[in-house]
């Protein structure tokens, strides 16, 4: 099959970075939160970061990897102790891991793309891993402009009554599937069918900030949607509408940043994984998104992710003002 060593890898470093944001999570966010304290998502930020590209430099010495963050700020003096931190979190995946080769593993993800290349998220949703709601850690290959492979590990997702933390994966013309973080037989996921908007749901992001909630809600009614909005933090949202957990994400320009263009890391893997299950993706005006320009779509705005029957409606609606 093709893509399948990328795929194997990227579930595996994924996955590892997961565990790694998860103990983060447990063991230090508590406390900090008290103190209203960010440093837990630098933490877990650049330690998965670090375990990822260690892992991809190893399988694919030759990819560039265009991730969120890069270590200038960790290596500062008087960021040492964060460094020591960071490194002793890497060291539960990898033993051997220094300092030193930790910010070197956190640099490899600076590259600026190219015609194949790696887009890493460490940790999507840091407000959500905060607050203890959802988030993801988000990798995906990206080749001639089209996302190839597709990982989503959300360590704070369930279905239904089930254990939180689950992966999510993707592979291009091979569907995509889901599994628990802890292992598991992969399940296929499949979006939504049926015509009838009315037991639809649409998810959203927690942050008013990133998005026209007021604008969301009206689109979804215009298309039939009679619920309120599931709101949830990350890329968790793509999860759930390839799940079938809801029909549509809407992420419309926010009224006070109308001009902001989003970050590729914050869509590539959720898009793949929708298109796999079922389901389309375009920006606001119903084009594809662009994944060739850069660390950002500059040729879109928006983001409508939906379970494909409902997105020519959508489109419309949103033409119409
Ligand atoms: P979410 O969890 O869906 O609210 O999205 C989190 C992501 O929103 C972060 O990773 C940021 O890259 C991105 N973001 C930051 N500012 C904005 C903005 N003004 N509009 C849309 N997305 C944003
Ligand atoms: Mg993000």
Redo the contacts with the bound molecule.
Sequence with gaps: MAYDTEKKVALDVALAAAHLCDRVRQEIVPESIEKDDRSPVTVADFGSQAVICQGLGVAFPQDPIVG?EDSADLRSPERAPQLQLVTRYVQGTLPTATPDAVVQWIDRGNAQGGDRFWTL?PI?????FLRGD??AVALALVEGGEVKVGVLACPALSFGSGEPGLVFVAVRGEGASWMPLKGGDPQPLQVVTGAEADGFRFV????S???DQTRQSAIAQAVGITQASIR??????YAAVAAGQAALYL?L??P??PD?R??I??HAAGVLIIEEAGGRVTDMLGQPLDFSQGSKLVNNQGVVASNGVIHETVIAALQQG
């Design positions: 969120e998220d999507d949703g840091t407000k959500g959802q988030y959203e992001s927690v942050e900030g990133h998005g949830m933090d990350s890329q968790a949202k992420r320009p926010s006070k940043t902001y989003e970050k890391w914050d």
